[in-house]
């Protein structure tokens, strides 16, 4: 876009939507979501699965209405004004859904047309020298890997030039070397000034975003940058690694005080909220022979699975 | 016509007919893609056109017949002769008693029985004007009265020509009826399928490739795509149905030209006005396939629903069966769909000369069809997956 000499640090807010909720045959898919993603940041949206991620995607960009909620999306409002979000918006599904029975090239070209792009041929051609897929252009895009769909479907998303990206669950299924690559195109996108929502699963994709938000059960639970998203867990935690983990992880269980208890190959985390009552809880296993205590700072996944531990106690 | 209110800021070069193009080059491609269907396209109607055109004859010929007698007398073996020498009929038996004549019928092992009945020569020379005696399996009505028909030329013909037989007081009729067929002075039924077939194969063809276009989309995962870019649904269903014109055009060229060709079918009036109301049929026709392929929620349901839709166009557009022949109200559906009007036109444009003026009625018809079809199918068409 022409605006993209912004600076990464300018405040200005791409998505800003309000309480979005939207049902299913009775159910709440999305229930009472705010969100807000500023210009030239990844968002990262977590969640587990069926927690709502692509419903809340598909409302942003007009796919989905919502039941009740508002908001803008590059500044036209996502009721009223779809229309103009579809044009600067480039949605990426989270099954491929070019056509499969058309060639990259055609595929691209007919990107570019819907898009009313000038050149349809010239600027796919020049779509697919970035994407390093010349020479193959002719081959059919039902016949590509994984890999090569994704890179393609995000090169078709980019193509129109979109201000913001939604990409949903774009690297499921894609080996690590190709989900590596993507995620610095993701980057080198937003240095430009795109602004990216991407959702995963990935611990390691939710750490290389600027913010993150976590969503389960529909409804909107942290969301911040990482360290704030730990921080606001206010877990305390200890790590534990010795022979026999394993067997401390049941005896473990169920103490007051901790709150979460992860296994990580030999070692074991363990958390709680309060720090004095953790201490006490563990405080007749510390001293056992073979077990190696440590205090240390709680990772994401460990807050992760606190806030997913926590929302289902509270949907029960 | 544009169903969306906001609509048309910001969508850079080419606007609305770029967008309808990408759809249309799309579809194409997509289309030639698909060799099977292709090649199901050309050859559909040519096998169909030969099936009905060689196969399918209501005047028929060869019907297997009886003939009772009652007595033996030359008029018998002149009528016997006569129906011999034509190839309407086939004689399989003579028979002499009532009970084999119910046999045979029952058995289906003949279709007519002629019965000459007693003392049938002595009347006819008497001028008493005897009957003669024809039962019909009239099961198939259609091959029964177009062959009773056929006999009564043949018998008069018979005993005209039978010089041992002399009237002593030839009856004359009070009144004479004398036919004219006109336009197809054979009675040949192939003159008559042609044209009817023309508009049954672009029926069928057409509307299931329309109607698949939509629901396809769904199935494959690639509509949510499609429904977040910012292309119309006007747009959308202007380019999933222009290149079927394209279709449908070759095929109506393949089928006149057989037509022409093999089976002599003339076409006495304007080709244009053929043409112009082709292209209208055509285009009503993947109209309301594509209107299914809205409503319908998957690939079977359109096709089911296609094929519905088929039926009565068959049934009772006049194609199968004489449209004046059938009740009102079946008129009344008959006169709502497409293939109705446009075998009127094909038939009065290829066999009496008729140009599309004289054909207001029925061009206006299919146009306004078209028209409800399509502007169904753009309210239908949803542009959220609500």
Partial sequence: MTDATMTVDAPETVIDVHHLTKSFGGRKVVDDVSMSVKKGRIHGFLGPNGSGKTTTIRMLCGLLTPDSGDGTCLGFDILTQSDRIRRRVGYMTQKFSLYQDLSIRENLEFVARVYGLPDPRGKAGAAIERLGLKGREKQLAGELSGGWKQRLALGACILPEPALLLLDEPTAGVDPKARRDFWNEIHALAADGLSVLVSTHYMDEAERCHEIAYIAYGKLLAEGTVDEVIAGTGLVTFTVSGPDVHHLQSELEDRPGIEMIAPFGTSLHVAGRDATALEEAIAPYRDRPGLTWEKGEPTLEDAFIDLMRRSEDNFK | ?386
């Fill in chain 2, 1 to 386: 016509m544009t169903p969306a209110p906001d609509s048309m800021n910001g969508n850079g070069n080419g606007g609305s007919f770029g967008r309808f193009w990408a759809m249309t080059v799309k579809e194409f491609i997509q289309m030639t893609r698909d060799r099977i269907t292709l090649a199901t396209m050309v050859m559909l109607p040519i096998m169909q056109l030969f099936l009905f055109g060689f196969a399918i004859n209501t005047t028929p010929h060869n019907l297997p017949t009886a003939v009772l007698m009652r007595e033996d007398s030359d008029v018998g073996r002149s009528i016997l002769a006569a129906l011999k020498n034509t190839d309407f009929f086939e004689i399989r038996s003579v028979v002499f008693r009532a009970e084999d004549m119910d046999a045979l019928l029952q058995s289906g092992k003949v279709l007519f029985v002629v019965e000459i009945p007693e003392g049938f020569e002595r009347s006819l020379r008497r001028g008493d004007s005897p009957s003669l005696l024809v039962a019909a399996d009239a099961t198939d009505p259609v091959a029964a009265s177009s062959a009773l028909g056929a006999l009564s030329g043949i018998i008069s013909t018979a005993l005209e020509n039978d010089r041992q037989v002399t009237f002593a007081e030839p009856v004359k009729p009070a009144f004479q009826i004398v036919q004219h067929r006109r336009y197809n002075p054979a009675g040949s039924s192939t003159l008559n399928i042609v044209p009817g077939l023309l508009g049954t194969i672009l029926t069928m063809t057409l509307l299931i490739f329309t109607a698949l276009s939509v629901t396809r989309e769904v199935e494959r995962g690639t509509m949510e795509n499609l429904l977040s870019m910012p292309i119309k649904p006007l747009e959308i269903m202007l380019g999933k149905i222009a290149p079927y014109v394209l279709i449908g055009l070759v095929q109506a060229l393949v089928i006149i030209g057989v037509g022409i060709l093999v089976f002599r079918v003339p076409i006495l009036g304007d080709p244009l006005s053929l043409a112009a109301a082709t292209a209208l049929f055509v285009l009503t026709n993947l109209s309301i396939g594509y209107t299914f392929s809205t409503i319908a929620a998957n690939q079977l349901q359109a096709m089911q629903m296609a094929m519905m839709f088929f039926l009565p166009n068959i049934l009772l557009s006049g194609f199968m069966f004489p449209f004046a022949g059938m009740p009102n109200w079946a008129q009344w559906i008959g006169e709502a769909l497409p293939l109705t009007h446009y075998i009127r036109i094909v038939r009065a444009v290829m066999l009496k000369g008729a140009s599309i003026e004289t054909l207001a009625y029925d061009t206006l018809a299919l146009a306004g069809l078209m028209a409800v079809a399509m502007l169904i199918a753009v309210r239908r068409f949803r542009r959220t997956l609500d």
